[in-house]
């Protein structure tokens, strides 16, 4: 019938069918919405009396991971010491990072970001790399927070420093969340300079970005409760709207001593660079704040401007799991060789324990369908088994289909270690990668969000087609028991048999546990197998939210500080 048609007439009869423009995201959010109803089948999660043995071997594997968790993170809250926390609260008389937080926040239900980062570097332990970040809410909006630890080397940023700041703002342009600066910083530690100030994602990473967020109206926000020295000057400079606190909030690129020693004059912090001065004289803050407790209050006033419609709080009562979380740590497996049905986790994560099961009868590997969590509809992806050629068009399938949807994803990522390939195996590998790179085209291009939970092996090619690290979830947590490295330990035997003078498997097992990976801000977090769908529920809200910013639009022209 097309082809009798004349040239254009067919494209000319589907414009005139085009539906009206949609309705601004700002409208309908103040219109009720009704959820289109569901009843997903009910996955069994029951324990077969088989795998008893491999339950409890799980389950003492977790115990001696949880026992780490919980060393690390009683040395998190210590941050600097005994000695630097009396040095920070009674001669300089400031409040601890964490009590700063609480007059900041509505509550301490925030969700804390990557809190194990800067243990085990080659330059020492740097508790919580010097820094806390995560995500908040703020007068009920949520806002990432950066918040340097003066009580960890002063305030000194170091490698890590910077890289776990760049990562909280990657987070807010990403998920577009306003972001809050409690900056008290010492600036750079310049014995490690070449590895904080040169490259493309160092220390200067951070001003650019802060440029670039306003561009694209993220709201950024500074309190200015501590020293603001060197490069740690132009991070209040660069915000949009800046609060300070008199007699310990100071802004200047070089400190009373490196005055004396350029110039012989004595000067005092104050009248360098304090609250007064930069208030009444040069201006670069907004706001004057007498006492700490002045300045959060400020700043939660601040947030509360910013051109946000929030949704009326949903008092649905949400469908609990029917098994207990608890029961997560006895599948939680010690090695891939421990692992069990996946079903028997996602029915612990999701709501009443449903999944619709898509091509549940195709390339059973990978465990693809829908669910909901915490009432957000959600598509799941699990690996249950090698990621094989049928799997993998499968995962690229599922991916395309969320993403057409706007469906935000949840990756179950338990990669199998990689086997050794022979020559007769060569066909059946080739279309296995060629399926496999279906699947990473897939997931690097899906717009939707994406969030990774590594539950147990995360090695090799496959965790790319399981949205690894470098394909850029908006976040990535990984489970005490998780192994993250390119060959599994245990398994690589057979590839380094030539190669023992290059590859070690005690090395392979020490740098490939989740702490080890952790501290060096591979990920988002080492999260206990129980919290994890409070967890994943608290960062579909946060994502959930750039749905409520009124106006998004490029501004005709950037604000520029005084």
Partial sequence: TQEKLPHGTLKTQLRGLTPRPPIPRYMSSRAPRRRLPS??????????????????????????CLKRYMELKKKVLNGGGVNAIAHHTQKNKKVLVRDRLRMLLDDEDYLELSPFAGFGLPYGDIPSAGCITGIGKINGLWCVFIANDATVKGGTAYPITVKKQLRAQEVSMQNRLPCVYLVDSGGAFLPLQSDIFPDKNHGGRIFYNEAVMSAVKIPQVALVCGSCTAGGAYVPTLAEEVVIVHSIGTIFLAGPPLVKAATGEEVIPEDLGGATLHSEVSGCVDHFAAVESEGYECTRNIISTLNFELPEENTTEVEEPLYSAEELMGLAPKSYNYSMDVRLIVCRLTDGSQLQEFKARYGTTLLTGFARIEGHQVGIVANNGELTYEASLKGSHFVQLCDQRDIPLIFLQNTAPQPV???SQAEMNTNRLKAQGSMMSAVACASTPKITVVIGGCHGGDSYAMCGRAFDPNFLFLWPNARVSILAPGHADALVQEERETVHINELKKESTAFFSSGRLWDDGVILPQDTRKVLGKCLKIIKQQEYQLSKEKPKSQLFRL
């Fill in 39 to 64: 009843a997903f089948p009910v996955l069994d999660g029951a324990f077969q009396p088989i795998h008893n043995h491999v339950f409890e071997e799980n389950a003492r594997n977790s115990q001696v």
């Fill in 421 to 423: 390939h022979t020559l």
